[in-house]
């Protein structure tokens, strides 16, 4: 029986990415200029949002090339494309951020992604979306030392005020 993945093939694999990539485009009419569209419209809101819009703020001088990064990003979560070679987990790690902050940009997404993309792009979008938030949120708790057990949400302690 011959092995389809070779890894010695490269023309090969970059053939079947392409048709991959085309079939996922013809399944769910997402596109670049759809993501061009959906990464600037999510990040103007996130930029506004009174939760989220800081931690954004406190890191990012210059959107421009966050957002390139942002739609090379979702091609390749979308589409397969393979153009996004970052390591988000990492990068996410030390923001003080927890279960509220990522239901929040689940949430802006989410409201994002419905209003500008047909029905079936906006649920793949939000599908692979809550796939990334729920990985992250892992990643983040474990890198605080808290290993959650499956549905267990993790949240920050907060500091209670008492008086002097």
Partial sequence: ???RFRIDDPA???ARRQVAVQ??????GIDEVMIDALVEQFYTRVQDD???GPIFASRIDDWAPHLAQMKL??????LSTGVYQGRPMPRHLPLPIDARHFDRWLELFTETARAICPPIAAAHFIE????????LELGVATA???????GERFVRPTQVWTPD
Avoid: C, H, P, Y
């Avoid at 079939?23 to 769910?28: G, S, V």
């Avoid at 692979?128 to 990985?135: D, V």
């Fill in 12 to 14: 090969g694999a970059d």
């Fill in 1 to 3: 029986m011959e092995n």
């Fill in 144 to 150: 605080q030392g808290v290993i959650l057990a499956k």
């Fill in 23 to 28: 079939r996922l485009r013809d399944e769910t």
């Fill in 50 to 52: 009174a939760l989220i």
């Fill in 128 to 135: 692979r979306a809550k796939r990334i938030a729920e990985s």
């Fill in 73 to 78: 990003f979702w091609s390749s979560v979308a």
